[in-house]
């Protein structure tokens, strides 16, 4: 009897730990759920080094985009009428991170109301995710109060983003967040080639070019999960062939050199590199940016 | 008997939840005792963190643009002791290495060029005799201005 109920108990022990090493290399849900491991990284080859992968916020790429002298225009931003559109996880997250990039862009360009209104299509997406803590009533509430200082505004948002990462990788969905990475990214070139496209600004046009550098993180970054989640493998295929158009932009390598300046304590990095594009380059990017963006927000 | 039913499937809920708990864990360390040094910088956003053994290496790929200022910082837990970073360019050249600076925990500089580097993490090998290899909350923090 003694034996047999021994026997039992290790059963249920053995096999909750089989399901414990199942969880370890499988997603419960192929389609949407992004991931089982909670970490944005990837190990690599025999040195088991964990590597994560970093791109731009939207606010830094939108603050790239207005020093170099872009101006504000609404028609750029995904409808906020669409918001009700996206239903499946994939969709709630790539939007998520297109709103997040077009509150970024209102925000950054002192457009209070518009802002407001994303905020709001940002809350309602990240709500449809189960992220409760981050775009919320709580955020509409310090981005009502710092309406008139915009370093604050950046910061608040910057929080939301953080935050929703956060709860994603606690929660066991990085990949999820990875689309959310992504759809701000796109939306963010989206921009950026409009403006180009609209006002042939080089300054514009060269930062664009330097999106490559950011391009090759943000593929590592989804190739991390592309086994995982249906929704990663269309967007990564779709960024393959975007980074393919940008593959001559590369410049050469360049041993960096560093140069301080101790009266203001300040380090400077240059390795001189430049990404200039050909209009023909840029029409390339734009057209294919501009089909990725539309497929998303669709 | 029963409740041995019960201590079963209890010790297999904590297997289950263990490695979410601890990343959950970790994140609130980093808002509590790191997030505050990105300061006057703003954050990019982005979450990494990781529960690093003593001795091993974690590596951050990103991107820096042409007339902005960064600061990177590496946050860790004290268990895990002088953690050392190094930031290296695409050439492989050590722009920067903490080691060599008095082990800051972070580093400021401006981005004449735009450029991709990489943020390379180590923590010292454990001095402890014991089989148990102490581990800790890592996480680099980028900011932007």
Redesign the interface.
Known sequence: MKLK?TI??AS??SF??F??SC?NSAPSDAEDVAGSD????KEKNS?A?????????P??TI??LK?AGAKYNAKYLNPIENVSKYTSVTSKALNLGTYGSDLSFTSMFDQTQESMYYLRCANKLASGLGINSAFNESTTNRLESNLQNR?SL??I??????T???YL????QPGVSALI?AGGWIEGLYIGTQIANTTQNKEVIT?IG?QK??L??LI?LLDSYKEDNAGIVAVLNSLNELNAIYNSVAPA????Q?STDKKNN??????????ALTSEKLKGISDKVSQIRNKIIQ | MKKKYVYALCIAMMLLTTPLITKAQCNTFVKKKCMFKVVPFTSNGQVNTSTLEAGKTISLNLSFFAGKDYRIIVCSEEILGDVTFKIIDKSKKVVFNSADNDHPDFWDFKAKSTQPLTVEVTSPPSQSTSSVVPSGCLSIIVGFK
Not at chain 1, 38 to 41: G, K
Not at chain 1, 169 to 172: R, S, T
Not at chain 1, 253 to 256: L, P
């Open positions: 109920s039992r108990y249920i022990l909750s730990l399901i414990l969880n909670t970490m944005q990284s040195k080094q964990e590597v994560f992968y970093s791109i731009p916020s606010i830094e603050s790239l020093a370093d950046l910061n948002i910057s929080d939301s983003y953080w929703t990462d956060a990788k606690d929660n066991g990475v930062r330097e550098l950011s090759e993180n590592g390598t360049k041993e960096t560093t300040t380090t400077t990095l240059d390795n001189g590199s430049e990404f």
